[in-house]
């Protein structure tokens, strides 16, 4: 084993020592010219071995690491990691879930590379020039483990062209896939569209604030906002929602939600469950026009409105105006459930937010619960940056 080297500044090691996976192109000292993605040995200014990762030349994070080791990167090298990763995530998961994270990118040492597990169907997506290069290693390493039937790539994700990399189709590597893929959370049949639907197909990293809801939703009139294919909605009914209203601008992802209510044993007129294709900010406002609502709970689980820095202005005002909304139908009592998935957006950012979209409508509230990702979405202590998704639970006071 023999990869060209790149050595540090001084100093430029700590953070990888303390678990960081980054090396910034502003650290280094030396590097021999190598290919997008190329693997290096990373080398501090001593000469001291720190490990392998795949290098880009033209990128601000020029060196990823991969593993700490002087290692071959084969076949075996990704089976084992998905191995001890499963082993890892399988403990801490509720009873009664096939459905999680395997593999949650640089935070589990695999960088650019995002797996998720669906009962019996792996997914994968590739977002870097580095792991673009293993992409049959990944494959065939994830058909060969325990209890998986079928392997799928989503590599259908803007982030891809940061790394000079084209969008892929979806494509099925291992096995048969003849539609939604069946899996459970915590006792209840939930459905993802691995060739079609949003990510890799559902959104596993809510899976505690759908427990939450399932908590707190008893006897509560609920909207469930941005609700693709409703899994909130089915936690609230199983938390004994006395009526849920599921709203989406997609009519397949409220297809399959209807699907999964049945799939539940819901009958959706005799639970009072409705489906309502609409834009959620005209949902809201035409709501703000009628007479006072009684709803008591809004659930609000937006997309990523800042996905890079360029547009978090813009972000924080939509996410403003839509919390805003949110809060002006809701009276004493009521509960609110609200989200931001987008990583360049701070907690403390936006609980600011929170409080000046509040102080619009006139309301007051109290912080009952604050969630982040579920913890197969793992977050490391050195590594910040691999945290994103913010949850809140308000009680409103008038």
Known sequence: MSYPVVVLKAGREIPLLAGHPWVFSRG??????????????????????????????????????????LELIDTEFFFERFIRLRSEKERFLPPHTDGFRLVHADADGLPGLIVDVYGEVAVFQIHTAGMELFREL???????????????????????????????????HRGNIDGPVPFQEAGLTLLSDVLEGQKTGFFLDQREARDLVRETACNRKVWNLF????????????????????????????????????????????????????????????AGREPKTDISYII?????????????????????????????????????????????????????????????????????????????????LAFPEGSYLKTVLLEVRE
């Open 28 to 69: 280094i000292e030396q590097a021999e010219i190598t290919q997008p993605g190329a693997i290096v040995e990373v080398r501090s200014w001593k000469g001291d071995f720190l490990g392998l990762g795949t290098y880009h030349p033209s990128n601000t994070i020029r060196i990823r690491l991969l593993t700490r080791n």
């Open 138 to 172: 990944v494959a065939e390493a994830l058909s060969r483990l325990p209890k998986i039937r079928a392997v799928v790539e989503r590599s259908d994700v803007e982030a891809r062209k940061a790394e000079g990399l084209s969008i892929l189709n979806p494509a099925v």
């Open 227 to 286: 609700s693709y294919t409703c899994s909130f909605g089915m936690a609230a009914l199983k938390g004994g929602a006395c009526e849920v209203v599921n709203v989406d601008s997609s009519r397949s992802a409220l297809e399959l939600g209807e699907h999964i209510f049945r799939q539940n044993g819901v009958d959706l007129q005799t639970r009072k469950v409705s489906l309502k294709e609409a834009d959620v900010f005209t949902f809201l406002e035409e």
């Open 300 to 380: 609000c689980d937006p997309p990523a409105f800042a996905k890079t820095r360029a547009n978090l202005e813009a972000a924080r005002k939509a996410y403003l105006r839509l919390n805003t909304l949110c809060f002006r139908q809701l009276q004493q009592g009521g509960l609110f459930l609200t989200s931001s998935c987008s990583g360049m957006l701070g907690l403390e950012d936006f609980l600011s937010i929170l409080r000046i979209a509040a102080g619009h409508a006139g309301k007051q509230a109290r912080i009952l619960r604050i969630l982040g990702q579920a913890a197969d979405h793992t977050r490391n």
